[in-house]
């Protein structure tokens, strides 16, 4: 016999929210956790998680899924980023200015 499920929440607090966060995450394989591919699985829209923690990043982290947030994958690129010999040498003076 078939069960049935909602497709939506019973309670829209930030409890619920969070517990749909984390369940849509284990469905959704890695790195990321987007906005789309939450509407597609979750019983709750983004824009309802958004709206309730400020923005999609804020959402994650409050869940704890931070790493599955595609500004990791900008602040990666950032780090990982090359440098001129002239980028890095007035960097390596700025930092030595400030440490002496």
Do not use: C
């Not at 509407?39 to 923005?55: A, M």
């Not at 704890?64 to 994958?73: A, H, M």
């Amino acid at each position: 016999m078939p069960t049935f499920e909602l497709d939506r929440l019973l309670s829209y607090d930030d409890e619920a929210l969070i517990s749909e966060l984390r369940r849509v995450a284990a469905l959704v394989s890695p790195p990321f956790l987007t906005k789309t591919a939450f509407d597609q699985h979750s019983k709750v829209h983004s824009s309802t998680v958004r709206d309730r923690f400020g923005s999609w990043q804020q959402a994650l982290v409050k869940a704890g899924l931070e790493g599955r947030s595609t500004q990791t994958l900008e602040a990666l690129k950032t780090i990982n980023r090359r440098f001129t010999d002239d980028q890095l040498l007035a960097e390596l003076r700025v930092v030595s200015g400030k440490t002496g």
